[in-house]
């Protein structure tokens, strides 16, 4: 573990404390809580979606950024040659992003919840919630960044995913109003269970059992850790 250790600390000091990037940290889940407090109708529904699309957003992109560029100026064949294993390596990028992640959502829930006056029933399984989604959306986007072919496609590529989820998942309409064919495929969307649980850490009311979206959000975690080192195994 030492050197998943070493792999997240360079990812972190290499891409993530960068004035750039933590003033988009800062400024990304601002101007999404502005525009829920603005909204101001149904912010009991919608809160737990902003702090979703934050961790998100946050960690896929991260977790993409990092490995996007150590593709295209062959960095991330020093860590192939290197005595790392695949899983050291995958699960480095995973916790990297990971912790960048945490930091986006923290932040949006300390800004958001002030202003909206919410309270937040469940605190422990709301801390856990942003835990789980964000070490989820790290691996997905570790994988996603592993099988696009051309580096310099990955942010069309992870755009045209993340998009559809957004208006799938019950971010913005309940899951119980949509019809059935598009419950259906949020049963496979990890950003569905990822809200499923913020929602219930506020209201204590869910579309899914809470037991199934706490099992499905670190299942998907397990999926893409395991499809990113086949990826590595299969390209080198």
């Known amino acids: 573990m030492r050197n998943v250790y070493y792999?997240?600390?360079k990812d972190f000091?290499?891409?993530f404390i960068k004035p750039a990037t933590i003033s988009w940290g800062i400024i990304f889940p601002i101007v999404f809580a502005m525009a829920f407090i603005i909204r101001g109708k149904g912010i009991n529904f919608l809160?737990?979606?902003?702090i979703a699309?934050?961790?998100f957003f946050g960690a896929t992109s991260m977790a993409s950024t990092s490995i996007t560029f150590e593709r295209r100026f062959k960095e991330f064949e020093r860590l192939i040659l290197a005595p790392l294993k695949f899983w050291e390596i995958v699960l480095g990028k995973v916790i990297g992003s990971f912790t960048f992640g945490l930091f986006v959502s923290f932040i949006t829930a300390f800004i958001t919840l002030p202003f909206l006056g919410l309270y937040i029933r469940d605190p422990i399984l709301l801390t856990l919630a942003i835990i789980l989604s964000n070490i989820s959306f790290s691996s997905m986007g570790v994988f996603i960044?592993?099988?696009v072919k051309d580096p310099r496609n990955i942010m069309i590529v992870i755009n045209s995913i993340r998009l559809p989820m957004l208006f799938l998942s019950g971010v913005f309409i309940p899951l119980s109003e949509s019809p059935a064919i598009l419950q259906l495929l949020s049963l496979f969307m990890?950003?569905?269970y990822a809200v499923e649980l913020l929602r219930f850490s506020f209201t204590y009311m869910t579309f899914f059992p809470l037991?199934?979206?706490l099992i499905m959000t670190f299942a998907w975690f397990f999926i893409f850790t395991i499809l990113s080192i086949r990826a590595l195994e299969i390209k080198y």
């Open 7 to 9: 792999i997240a600390k």
């Open 13 to 15: 000091y290499q891409y």
């Open 47 to 50: 809160a737990p979606g902003l």
């Open 53 to 55: 699309i934050a961790a």
């Open 145 to 147: 960044a592993l099988i």
């Open 190 to 192: 990890p950003l569905t």
């Open 211 to 213: 037991w199934l979206s």
